[in-house]
């Protein structure tokens, strides 16, 4: 069973990558950039279990390791 | 109109980023995980486009800076 844990900065923590990432679109002439966030994806392969099972796995890992949930927010979908 | 880009390594190109999230899984009693692959996901805000404009300028984008195209594969996904 394929999860993907989405995890992104929470609204209102600085995101320097995404910072940088606008200006850098901006110099090579994209205009109308408004904003830019940057956050992972973490695809887990998960072995013998159900979907169900496998989402609130996929959110504990979330919980326990992939995200640091002081700033970040995480989301789970389970893909096949 | 938000797009979301996600970038991955492609198939086959070693993950050690991915690699370590799985021993660090195990080590926290997490079992029954047989592959874990990270990537990127960065979220473009972009002012005065329709939305298939926009699933255009977020491919461009990810065509020439978001994603390195000899390692990574990327999607685009019109989110708002």
Known sequence: MKVRVT???KDGVLD???????HAL?????DGVQDVR?????ELD???VKAE????KAGEMARNLLANLVIEDY???VVA
């Open 16 to 22: 320097p990558q995404g910072k940088a990432i606008g």
């Open 26 to 30: 901006q110099t090579l002439g994209f």
């Open 7 to 9: 995890v992104m900065l």
């Open 46 to 48: 998960l072995h013998g």
């Open 53 to 56: 099972e496998a989402h609130e």
């Open 38 to 42: 940057v956050g992972k994806v973490i």
């Open 75 to 77: 989301s789970v979908e």
